[in-house]
């Protein structure tokens, strides 16, 4: 058994006030090729107004969580962090939702709920360079290696 450790960068680019970017696929895709049986996957958003969310991808419920996130941290509201920026809403709604999620790996796959995608969420777009960060850690079973 040998331990792999990998990062990948993926680059995004978005294009509103909050969105969701849906990067399942790539994902997967990423920890397929790295040949990690049976470890952990860490994504996360090297950004202090961005977050990362583990969630359905269903066109309702995103509208519903975008809302909500606007009702909860209002892009008006009376913050301190304005006087300096106009993006305090942005950075207190990354500070509550969190900036990276860990997903097992088992049998070479994913080990996420069918309706668990993973979503960059955007909060201070548009923003033309964002970026995940996928690190993949684990073991393989090669045991010719040993
Ligand atoms: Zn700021």
Avoid at 25 to 30: A, H, S
Avoid at 36 to 50: Q, Y
Avoid at 67 to 81: Q, S
């Amino acid at each position: 058994m040998g331990l792999i450790v990998k990062n990948h960068i993926l680059s995004l680019r978005t294009e509103k006030g909050i969105e969701l970017i849906d990067i399942t696929e790539k994902v997967e895709e990423l920890v397929k090729s790295s040949g990690v049986k049976e470890g952990m996957c860490i994504v996360s958003a090297p950004h202090a107004t961005a977050s990362i969310v583990l969630n359905e991808n269903e066109t309702g419920l995103i509208e519903d969580l975008k809302e909500l996130i606007e009702e909860l941290f209002p892009r008006n509201g009376k913050y301190r962090h304005n006087l300096i920026d106009d993006n305090a809403s942005a950075h207190l709604a990354s500070s509550f939702l969190g900036s990276s999620k860990v997903i097992p790996i088992s049998g070479g796959k994913l080990l996420r709920g069918t309706w668990q995608n993973i979503l960059f969420l955007e909060l201070d777009g548009p923003r033309s360079r964002r970026e995940a960060v996928i690190t993949i850690m684990g073991v393989n079973d090669d045991r010719e290696n040993e």
